[in-house]
């Protein structure tokens, strides 16, 4: 028995069309699953079902804004439209606005809360009926440092990543009866088009990642897929609630 085979599981990837997301889409397909891309740009979405095809398993690319509750709605159904059933959420479409708390409006602290918290909670809203439905399920969120600590330029998206954690566990407590296991991934500094802007924005930021992160290096996307595969698969099976950072030891170094 393999405990990592994901083979016949269905699962969704919000903002699967770059980055984190990808990484963890084509961890998944290398796994067996069948995965669906989800994001708002069409085009970036076929591209990145293409990528993760290579991998022989069944993809789909479907237009979804996390912040929009009929959108979520809509691709949990039309995933299940498809597939019969969906297995495995990945809650990770994100967004930021870098600048200092004071001068945020409540248009921009809305659309971080909307996208980075609402729209993981109402995916898993959308998806919980189909996941008990099927004998249980695997919900993955993506928190992030920001989930443990500050950053000045960061206020909407550090209240966002915690509350990702606090939902978490309460979504464990809640649905660990229906077989469905809830866990969080806190990635560290990653090399995404996020963090390229961030390079951009916040001064001296590449140095003090490398500084302090022991491994000594930025991560990359496929750093995630591993334990993507291990919360998506049934080598995690009592495992619910937790919170696990992949950041080459940034979170244990003082
Ligand atoms: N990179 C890091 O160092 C790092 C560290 C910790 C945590 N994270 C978290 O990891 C996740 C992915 O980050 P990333 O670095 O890979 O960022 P990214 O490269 O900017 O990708 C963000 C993804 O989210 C999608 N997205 C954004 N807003 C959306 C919305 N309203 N509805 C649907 N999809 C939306 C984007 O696709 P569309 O634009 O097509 O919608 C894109 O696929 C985020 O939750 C982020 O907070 C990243």
């Given at each position: 028995?393999?405990?990592?085979?994901?083979?016949?599981?269905?699962?969704?990837?919000?903002?699967?069309?770059?980055?984190?997301?990808?990484?963890?889409?084509?961890?998944?397909?290398?796994?067996?699953?069948?995965?669906?891309?989800?994001?708002?740009?069409?085009?970036?979405?076929?591209?990145?079902?293409?990528?993760?095809?290579?991998?022989?398993?069944?993809?789909?690319?479907?237009?979804?804004?996390v912040s929009?509750?009929?959108?979520?709605?809509?691709?949990?159904?039309?995933?299940?439209?498809?597939?019969?059933?969906?297995?495995?959420?990945?809650?990770?479409a994100g967004t930021t606005v870098r600048k200092q708390p004071e001068t945020y409006t409540l248009a921009e602290w809305n659309k971080v809360i909307d996208t980075n918290l609402n729209g993981a909670f109402?995916?898993?809203?959308?998806?919980?009926?189909?996941?008990?439905?099927?004998?249980?399920?695997?919900?993955?969120?993506?928190g992030s440092m920001m989930s443990?600590f500050g950053a000045s330029y960061a206020a909407a998206y550090a209240a966002s990543k915690g509350g990702i954690v606090q939902m978490?566990?309460?979504?464990?407590?809640?649905?660990?009866?229906?077989?469905?296991?809830?866990?969080?991934?806190?990635?560290?500094?990653?090399?995404?088009?996020l963090?390229?802007s961030a390079?951009?924005e916040v001064?001296?930021?590449?140095?003090?990642?490398?500084?302090?992160?022991?491994?000594?290096?930025?991560?990359?996307?496929?750093?995630?897929?591993?334990?993507?595969?291990?919360?998506?698969?049934?080598?995690?099976?009592?495992?619910?609630?937790?919170?696990?950072?992949?950041?080459?030891?940034?979170?244990?170094?003082?």
């Open positions: 028995m393999n405990l990592f085979d994901l083979n016949a599981r269905v699962a969704v990837v919000t903002g699967g069309n770059a980055g984190i997301g990808l990484g963890i889409a084509k961890g998944l397909a290398a796994a067996g699953a069948a995965v669906v891309i989800a994001g708002r740009r069409p085009e970036r979405n076929l591209e990145a079902a293409r990528a993760v095809a290579a991998f022989k398993v069944s993809t789909a690319a479907l237009e979804v804004d929009n509750e009929a959108s979520c709605r809509a691709m949990v159904e039309n995933t299940v439209g498809r597939f019969g059933r969906l297995d495995i959420l990945v809650n990770n109402l995916c898993a809203h959308a998806a919980y009926p189909h996941m008990k439905n099927g004998g249980g399920g695997k919900i993955i969120n993506i443990i978490t566990k309460a979504l464990a407590c809640a649905w660990a009866k229906d077989n469905i296991q809830v866990n969080a991934i806190l990635p560290g500094w990653i090399d995404t088009p963090t390229q390079l951009r001064p001296g930021l590449n140095e003090r990642v490398l500084a302090r992160t022991p491994a000594g290096r930025w991560g990359e996307p496929k750093d995630l897929a591993g334990v993507a595969v291990f919360l998506a698969s049934g080598a995690s099976g009592f495992v619910t609630g937790a919170a696990i950072p992949v950041d080459g030891g940034y979170s244990s170094q003082v």
